[in-house]
């Protein structure tokens, strides 16, 4: 899901589950790393530094002076500035594959409303990580080709989407169609509801206002989608 790349490939990790630390006051404090996780305390920084200055301020010397170590010191794991926001972006699709997961889990297998659990659980995602989520969407430009692990999270996070489409063709529940693209349709809609929120133009107050309009959009698609000749 490059925002402009997911709309040029076909997206289609075995990671373990991500922990997305986005709090800026937390890492604001944080003035030293410790041994031997300078990797992840440079992303937490990056993340902080995006939520507070944007993408385009971002230097690796600022990251480094975040987490308290030499101007040197990023290059150990990272080449470039590019380099550490693929990994940003990266991990932000790992976070977003774990959210929606864990939001199906509590749904049978087989229902309608995992579907609807999901696109919650996105826009869920995308509110509570707007810095993260803007990285991960936003016209910053995201090598696909050059960073694989990238491609490859955003792959697997838009293919929790079309195994849900799946599991409804299956269980008789969806309309058989290219579930490829009925999960384009379905992301089409929770990233517009997401763009459109994190603007401001929804004119939703977030909250319970905003989870009753986001159920009442996902059973439109839901109902939408409907196999009605199953019997």
């Known amino acids: 899901m490059r925002p402009l790349c997911w709309q040029r490939q076909q997206l289609g990790l075995n990671f373990c589950k991500p922990s997305?630390?986005?709090?800026?006051?937390?890492?604001?404090?944080?003035?030293?790393?410790?041994?031997g996780d300078l990797r992840q305390s440079l992303i937490e920084a990056a993340i902080a530094?995006?939520?507070?200055?944007?993408?385009?301020n971002l230097s690796l010397r600022h990251v480094a002076r975040r987490v308290g170590v030499s101007h040197n010191a990023p290059y150990r794991h990272f080449a470039d500035k590019e380099a550490l926001l693929a990994a940003?972006?990266?991990?932000?699709?790992q976070a977003l594959r774990a959210e929606m997961e864990s939001a199906q889990q509590v749904v049978p297998p087989g229902s309608p409303q995992r579907l609807e659990a999901i696109g919650i659980a996105y826009v869920n995602f995308a509110l509570a990580h707007p810095a993260h989520y803007r990285l991960m969407f936003g016209d910053y430009r995201c090598n696909f080709d050059q960073n694989?692990?990238?491609a490859e999270a955003a792959h697997q996070s838009f293919m929790v989407l079309v195994?849900?489409?799946r599991e409804g063709q299956m269980a008789g529940i969806f309309r058989p169609a290219d579930p490829v693209n009925v999960a384009r349709v379905a992301w089409s809609l929770v990233h517009g509801q997401s763009m459109l929120a994190l603007d401001h133009k929804l004119q939703i107050t977030p909250g319970e206002a905003l989870t009753e309009f986001l159920k009442f959009s996902a059973q439109t698609l839901i109902?939408?989608?409907a196999n009605n000749s199953a019997t």
């Open 20 to 35: 997305l630390r986005t709090n800026p006051t937390a890492l604001a404090a944080k003035n030293t790393y410790h041994h």
């Open 49 to 56: 530094l995006i939520h507070e200055e944007g993408i385009s």
């Open 88 to 93: 940003v972006a990266e991990q932000g699709f």
């Open 148 to 150: 694989s692990a990238l």
């Open 163 to 165: 195994n849900t489409i």
């Open 223 to 225: 109902h939408g989608l």
